[in-house]
Each structure stands twice: as structure tokens, then as C-alpha cells.
């Protein structure tokens, strides 16, 4: 079993910057060969959840939603197992739950019901 955990969340002021990290856990030879594909997705209060950023497994290609194409960045350590999300001129519709996710299928899906693995989630407020 696969565990993600989330964290780098906080308040910050509308233009501000946080970086988020998701860091997989469980039986090493079961996080290399069961997660693949990475995803970051947000869920505001009474809205869906919906895609924010992916990454394969090898790093080289990623898909942002076009709500934060230019503003946020997606990456990852495959050595420490771990996700990042950076996020720049942050806006305050940003404001939401922030879920880390992975997928067994080395392909960036932009459906929550196409990843196996979830965070608990990490709360995410820009204030104006």
C-alpha cells in the first residue's frame, strides 16, 4: 500500500507564493512500481475537485489546468519520493483544499477517478 501524505499549506496574502510537497510512503519497491503518474488537485467549499497540475513519472511532461498555467509549477524528486507544487501570483480563488494523487498508469489524467493513491489535503488561503 501507497501512503501521501501533504503539507505546505498556510494563509498568504493575495500575489504571495507557498510551495506544497506530497511525499509517497509505504514499501519502497511498491511506491516504484505503483505510482506513477503524479496529479495535484484543489476542492473549494461545495465545488468539485478538479485538476490543478500533472506529472509522469520521468518529469519531462506535464499539463496545468488553465487556471494556473504560468503561475504554478509542477515538479518531482523521485529519489525522496516526493511531489512539488510551487505557486506563484497566487489569487484569491486559489483558496481551496489542495489533494495530492497518484496514479498506477504513467499517464497525466486530469479525472480524480483515474488516480488510485490520495492525501488527506492541505488547506490553501489567499487573502485579498
Known amino acids: 500500500q501507497v501512503q501521501l501524505v501533504e503539507s505546505g499549506g498556510g494563509l498568504v496574502q493575495d500575489g504571495g507564493s507557498l510551495r506544497l510537497s506530497c511525499v509517497a510512503s509505504?514499501?519502497?519497491?511498491?511506491?516504484?512500481?505503483?505510482?506513477?503518474?503524479m496529479g495535484w488537485f484543489r476542492q473549494a467549499p461545495g465545488k468539485e475537485r478538479d485538476f490543478v497540475a500533472g506529472i509522469n513519472w520521468g518529469g519531462q511532461s506535464t499539463s496545468y489546468s488553465d487556471s494556473v498555467k504560468g503561475r504554478f509549477t509542477i515538479s518531482r524528486d523521485n529519489v525522496k519520493n516526493t511531489v512539488y507544487l510551487q505557486m506563484d501570483t497566487l489569487k484569491p480563488e486559489d483558496t481551496a483544499i489542495y489533494f495530492c494523487?497518484?496514479?498506477?498508469?504513467?499517464?497525466?489524467?486530469?479525472?480524480?477517478?483515474?488516480?488510485?493513491?490520495w492525501g488527506q489535503g492541505t488547506q490553501v488561503t489567499v487573502s485579498s
Open positions: 509505504g514499501r519502497t519497491s511498491s511506491i516504484h512500481t505503483m505510482v506513477y503518474a
Open positions: 494523487a497518484g496514479s498506477t498508469i504513467n499517464n497525466i489524467y486530469v479525472r480524480p477517478e483515474d488516480y488510485q493513491y
